[in-house]
Nanobody
């Protein structure tokens, strides 16, 4: 069964940093684009950062451009999101998503700049507060 397991969230002060990690399993990770999406209370789902299967194409939402960095390690089946200069508006539940469409798993989808991505993990909470 395909899995996406997010970790690394927590509490950060405004201007601080956090690094999120996602461990993927159950599918051929290196063949699929990955992304991070987030949902803040009372707001819709927003894609944050995207990375192509080989890592050569990266795109960040305007709201995080210059502050967040996405990377992946295809040898370890992981994707990370380094978040710097955090703002209160970055507070949300962050989910790891992928262009892979799993079978036998209930998932949700989000339209990103790199096409539809799917997510089904528990997410990780990011809180930004002084």
């Amino acid at each position: 069964e395909a899995q996406l397991v997010e970790s690394g969230g927590g509490l950060a002060q405004p201007g601080g940093s956090l690094m999120l990690s996602c461990a993927a399993s159950g599918f051929t990770f290196r063949n699929y684009g990955m992304s991070w999406v987030r949902q803040a209370p009372g707001k819709g789902l927003e894609w944050v950062s995207l990375i192509s299967s080989n890592g050569r194409l990266i795109k960040h939402a305007d709201s995080v451009q210059g502050r967040f960095t996405i990377s992946r390690d295809n040898s370890k089946n992981t994707v990370t999101l380094q978040m710097n200069s955090l703002r209160s508006e970055d507070a949300a539940v962050y989910f790891c998503a992928t262009s892979f469409r799993p079978a036998g798993v209930k998932f949700l989808s989000v339209v990103t700049a790199f096409g539809t991505h799917n997510y089904w993990g528990q997410g990780t909470q990011v809180t930004v507060s002084s």
